[in-house]
């Protein structure tokens, strides 16, 4: 596979970098820019959101079978993987908890964010990675993704009346990124990671594998637009609209799916062209990239609780909210970059 020195995939670190900087855009949008800036900065908030965090949850899946693929190479057993597998998804889903206690103490503290969401699909796709070797199995779970998906849509006007009795089971699993229907996602990167871990053998497939997967992004964003453009009326276009609102949380609906897919289908094979056959490899966005956990922590705690609970920051200015993003985007490089030896030497103290 194509990797760097330290044997990670360089493409998928800088498509993470890309996820966590419209996550950062996403944010700042929401906490920094002040109302009087008008209805932009809620189309902002809508366009990005598609943007982060989808592409975190379809990496997160992707990357599983590469792992799998690497652990079988050294002969490694299938329980070793399972149990690393499983200690990291148990602290995603830590991770998120405290992070919520630290940044949303108000938000339940058990409600499926997306590093929980993460975390339990980590758990979830182990079962099925010894039998993404078979094709049909892979067109199978190919369906089941969009069923995972489509199911969730026929029973959202339901949920809410079911769910007022169950607060535990609503705040717990239907709230954030919960894991149905959010779990499509990774279900769907897992076989794609598969495959493309497989094309990746040889130079022709590997092609085929983008350009059909290129094709398939752009047919579903020509879809998007004109249904997008024909449903609703302006001002109203790419709102929330038309998705699928459960607890305060957001949910793609089917035209905002096409969007998503659209997207992702497309920035793999981009990034993939620009960073593996071309050549360039933006140091800072890898940087982003490979401390991408570490950073979605941060950035929440230094945009919300320092720069707008703390300072009181807010901005009528898209020039001012423009330079403070570009800002916090140069100190989150600066602290990936160190972030190495400040765990080297926490390490170093703690032994």
């Not at 403070?324 to 100190?331: C, G, H």
Request: glycine letters at 8%.
């Amino acid at each position: 596979m194509a990797a760097g020195a330290s044997g990670r995939v360089l493409f998928l670190d800088g498509l993470r970098g890309v996820a966590l900087v419209f996550m950062v855009v996403n944010h700042t949008a929401r906490w920094w820019l002040d109302l009087s800036v008008g209805l932009s900065r809620y189309h902002l908030i809508y366009l990005t959101v598609p943007l982060s965090a989808p592409l975190f949850l379809f990496l997160a899946g992707f990357c599983v079978p590469l792992s799998y693929l690497s652990s079988v190479g050294r002969g490694e057993r299938y329980g070793r993987l399972a149990w690393r597998s499983v200690r990291r998804g148990a602290g995603l889903v830590l991770a998120g908890w405290l992070l919520t206690l630290l940044v949303f103490p108000e938000e339940p503290l058990f409600g499926g964010e997306i590093l929980q969401t993460i975390g339990l699909s980590l758990v979830g796709l182990l079962p099925i990675l010894p039998l993404l070797a078979w094709q049909s199995v892979r067109v199978l779970l190919v369906a089941l993704a969009i069923g995972w998906y489509t199911t969730f849509h026929l029973a959202y006007g339901h949920l809410p009346g079911w769910l007022a009795p169950h607060p535990v089971l609503s705040e717990v699993w239907f709230t954030g990124f919960p894991p149905w229907p959010w779990f499509a996602f990774p279900l769907l990167g897992a076989v794609l990671g598969w495959m493309w871990a497989d094309a990746h053998r040889k130079p022709d497939r590997e092609r085929a594998f983008f350009s059909v997967m290129l094709v398939a992004g752009m047919v579903c964003l020509a879809a998007f637009l004109p249904l997008e453009l024909w449903l609703g009326n302006a001002p109203f276009h790419f709102t929330s609209r038309r998705d699928l609102v459960l607890n305060r949380h957001w949910n793609p609906g089917a035209v905002t799916c096409l969007w998503i897919l659209g997207y992702l289908f497309t920035v793999l094979p981009l990034v993939h062209y620009l960073m593996e056959t071309r050549g360039f490899r933006p140091r800072w966005l890898v940087i982003l990239g490979q401390s991408s956990l570490m950073l979605y922590v941060i950035h929440q705690i230094i945009a919300l609780t320092l720069v707008r609970q703390r300072l009181g920051v807010r901005f009528a200015s898209w020039w001012l909210y423009a330079l403070a993003n570009v800002a916090l985007i140069v100190a989150l490089v600066g602290l990936a970059w160190l972030w190495p030896e400040i765990k080297r030497r926490v390490r170093g103290m703690v032994a």
